[in-house]
């Protein structure tokens, strides 16, 4: 193709050159209600008030990154979660809480997984009290 005088392009090709390189292909929309790739968070765990430690009466789902489930807390549970990395055994009970001596056992069960980590955990309780004072909004449910 011979330039014309002057080094510029004709107009109709420079258009044309213009809108093949602004026509590039978007990133697809980020679906920020999915699980991310390779960070597998999700529990179910579980209450039981029964004294012989017999089965839960409650069980709740709780997924994180991102928070779901029928957790009704998830975004403060994940939170928990994620500054022990999963682990609830490694949770710390809250200094100020004040609880009373009554002797009513509280059963409680999470099993599920954490960036790959297969994870079953159960730990029973003096009473309500005491659980929630150790699990913080975990097993607030």
Same mark, same amino acid.
């Given at each position: 193709m011979r330039m014309p005088s002057g080094g510029r392009l004709p107009a109709l090709l420079a258009a044309t050159v213009i809108m093949t390189?602004? +026509? +590039? #292909? *978007?990133?697809? *929309?980020? &679906? *920020?209600?999915? *699980? &991310?790739?390779?960070?597998?968070?999700?529990? #179910?765990l579980s209450i039981g008030y029964d004294a012989a430690g017999a089965a839960a009466k409650r069980f709740v789902l709780l997924g994180c990154s991102p928070p779901r489930g029928t957790h009704p807390k998830a975004a403060a549970a994940c939170a928990t979660l994620a500054k022990v990395g999963g682990d609830l055994s490694a949770l710390e009970p809250d200094q100020d809480a004040m609880c009373t001596k009554e002797f009513m056992p509280v059963t409680i069960t999470a099993n599920g997984v954490w960036d790959g980590k297969f994870s079953w955990f159960e730990r029973t309780y003096g009473n309500a009290c005491e659980m929630r004072s150790m699990m913080g909004p975990v097993f607030d449910f």
């Open positions: 390189c602004s +026509a +590039a #292909t *978007p990133p697809p *929309p980020v &679906q *920020p209600d999915l *699980p &991310q790739p390779g960070k597998h968070r999700e529990f #179910t």
